[in-house]
């Protein structure tokens, strides 16, 4: 859900940094931060809640940094809760992404004795590898280092520094090292007493550079031997990985190594860029790309350590080699005012370049996965829940077999039933959507053939699967998915067709029906519907009804409209409307019905006339010729199957145009992530 990034190199890490997170904005989040070290090695840190753009940049000279886009969990949106987070030593600033599932226990245990400067549940990840670190140092002369003989938890006693007064925001700004006060004091020492000692035992770090304050700390048979703390750092995170439960990924830059970043890997996406002289580490491809052609994709329980020269990655405690990755940059138009209107734009292009990647990729797939299922299982969350929808009809009609769309997060209680001939299908457009790759796993589990369909190369659903199929439609940068909900469902369509083949020992010529769904498209993503849209944002409840295939895309456009216009509505089997609904409609209902399949005509226009009898102003979406409705917005045929790719174009503009007219911003709506990374 956060966004994380990490560079050093030759250019400007603030300029660097700040560039990443804006790229990185697509993920949505309410509050943004970095850190920077100068050339002394000092830590500044700049974070507040707002947009990467207000953030104060700290032009410094730095040539490291690491930044973050916050989606919040744990603590609301603030300054204090933003990332990075600096440890109680002010050594470590760390940024996170995920959930820390036992962070509450953490604080309460290991480091109850600290004084936390946030509600966050990363601090702990900050205040961890400080710990551990110490422990491993082992300076038994410093009230700032642990005995070997000490845990975590006795270490937090001893040193845990618990902070009176403005300190423990002051450690958060870097400008002292709180690392010599006992929490409790067995004698009751006066608080003044105690602020003496810690005056005698800490030195403000604007103050000394890193080897001068190594020694200040304790350190001094080792300050200077960078190799030494560089390896005992990377020890302290897999020590700090030891405590930690949940998925995350988190990147780490501490004043000891001012050349080095260190990360780790858990459950959520990290990818290490390499560069000319420069190497990043960033939660997606998206942010890694201006700096980097080919890298590294971290797998869980990985930890690396990060120079402008190099990047060696480790796994239990072994340093390993992995195989490069091509970092590719997806074509998205940065510069476009409205990405949302840009996306919507690029349907049609998006469409071709879809097919031509999944024609490509059954072919190479072979038979021998798909040949013999009896059985198909689809998954996934929010829109791509509703092209699992989709996916459920196709396969059942098309390929004939029995088939079961399944909500991820409730999937895991549904997969008792698969088997080895049973092809499961995920389905993210991220690949990083934490409840589909739960549900992932669990049907691996069970023995069942997994196909994934992501539209991001080298995500984490792509290690999992045993096939993945790429949507190629290009980056999708607006929160709310439309193109790529558009390439999900032709995907779908196209692998039912595959499946099909292989069991009648046909092959199809799709290049007619494709070309007219190109074509259907363009005419559809080029119309304007302003005029016909104006003034539904006043007042209006909404309502999406439709049968079969066009219900499964009035729930996307309820769910459209939901996401980026914060209006109450839902969407209802026309069918179901005297089952209970139809008590909701007054003259302030606005009913969207869609209509493609002449065979629900009469049934869909009784629905109308019942709406209309009670008030209602009703909108009609259809492919249909002879039926009409108070606003009726006429769509291409494309055929039973494809037209549903086209017909929900004009519900995708619908919620712009309202979002818009309420004077929101569309691209970055409140409350929602791109990537959910977190259960």
Request: proline share 3%; charged share 20%; glycine share 8%.
């Amino acid at each position: 859900m956060c966004g994380i990034i990490g560079y050093i190199g030759k250019e400007d890490a603030t300029s660097a940094v700040i560039a990443a997170l804006k790229r990185m904005e697509y993920r949505g989040y309410d509050s943004a931060g970095y850190a920077v070290l100068d050339g002394a090695g000092r830590l500044t840190l700049e974070k507040d809640n707002v947009r990467v753009g207000k953030l104060k940049r700290l032009d410094i000279g730095a040539r490291i940094g690491i930044g973050h886009t916050r989606w919040a969990t744990h603590g609301k949106p603030s300054k204090n809760n933003a990332h990075p987070h600096v440890s109680y030593d002010g050594n470590f600033a760390v940024v996170h992404n995920g959930i820390i599932e036992n962070g509450d226990k953490l604080k309460s245990g290991p480091l109850k004795h600290v004084a936390f400067a946030s509600e966050t549940d990363s601090e702990v990840i900050a205040h961890l590898i400080a710990a551990e670190y110490a422990r491993i140092r082992g300076d038994r002369e410093s009230r700032s280092a642990p005995t070997e003989s000490l845990s975590p938890a006795e270490y937090a006693r001893t040193c845990g520094a618990k902070t009176h007064g403005g300190e423990a925001e002051r450690a958060q700004n870097n400008r002292v090292c709180v690392c010599g006060i006992a929490a409790e004091c067995a004698n009751n020492v006066e608080y003044e007493k105690i602020r003496s000692d810690r005056e005698s035992l800490c030195a403000p770090i604007t103050d000394l550079p890193p080897a001068e304050y190594a020694h200040n700390a304790g350190y001094a048979n080792i300050a200077g031997n960078n190799e030494n703390i560089s390896a005992d750092i990377l020890k302290a995170v897999e020590n700090c990985i030891g405590y930690l439960r949940g998925a995350y990924s988190f990147a780490v830059m501490s004043p000891l190594t001012p050349d080095t970043l260190y990360c780790c890997r858990k459950g959520a996406s990290l990818i290490i860029g390499l560069g000319d002289g420069e190497n990043v580490i960033a939660s997606d491809m998206l942010a890694a790309a201006a700096h980097s052609k080919f890298g590294y994709v971290t797998e869980d329980g990985e930890i690396a350590k990060v120079t402008s020269e190099s990047a060696e990655i480790f796994s239990d405690g072994a340093k390993i080699f992995k195989p490069l990755t091509e970092i590719i940059n997806q074509g998205a138009d940065f510069d476009a005012e409205c990405f949302m209107r840009a996306e919507i734009a690029y349907i049609p292009q998006a469409l071709r370049r879809t097919a031509a990647e999944i024609i490509s990729s059954l072919k190479n797939c072979g038979t021998e996965f798909f040949r013999g299922i009896n059985g198909v299982f689809l998954s996934a969350c929010g829109t791509a829940y509703h092209a699992g929808l989709y996916g459920k009809r196709v396969f059942q009609d098309i390929a004939g077999l029995p088939a079961q769309a399944e909500i991820a997060s409730e999937a895991v209680r549904e997969v008792r039933f698969l088997n080895a001939r049973t092809l499961a299908v995920f389905i993210s457009q991220s690949g990083e959507t934490a409840d589909t790759l739960n549900a992932l796993r669990a049907a691996k589990e069970r023995g069942a053939r997994t196909l994934a369909i992501t539209n991001v190369r080298g995500s984490s659903i792509s290690f999992i699967a045993d096939k993945t199929l790429y949507l190629d439609c290009g980056a999708e940068i607006a929160v709310a998915a439309t193109k790529s909900y558009n390439s999900q469902l032709l995907a779908l369509y196209l692998v039912a067709l595959h499946v099909k083949s292989l069991s009648y020992y046909g092959c199809y010529d799709l290049s007619a029906e494709l070309e007219a769904l190109y074509t259907a498209a363009e005419a559809t993503a080029a119309a304007s519907y302003s005029e016909l849209f104006k003034g539904l944002e006043n007042g209006r409840n909404f309502f999406f009804i439709g049968r079969g295939l066009d219900y499964v895309n009035a729930g996307e456009g309820a769910l459209k409209l939901k996401e980026i216009t914060y209006r109450m509505t839902d969407a209802y089997p026309a069918g179901e409307l005297k089952h209970g609904t139809i008590a909701l409609i007054d003259q302030h209902a606005l009913i969207v019905a869609v209509l493609t399949d002449d065979n629900e005509r009469v049934k869909i226009m009784n629905s109308i006339a019942e709406l209309k009898s009670r008030s209602a102003t009703v909108m009609l979406v259809t492919s249909l010729e002879g039926i009409k409705a108070d606003l009726t917005l006429k769509i291409p045929d494309a055929g039973a199957y494809l037209t549903p790719i086209i017909s929900v174009i004009p519900l995708q503009k619908l919620a712009l145009y309202v979002a818009e007219a309420l004077g929101l911003d569309p691209d970055k709506p409140r409350n929602l992530a791109k990537s959910v990374t977190v259960e």
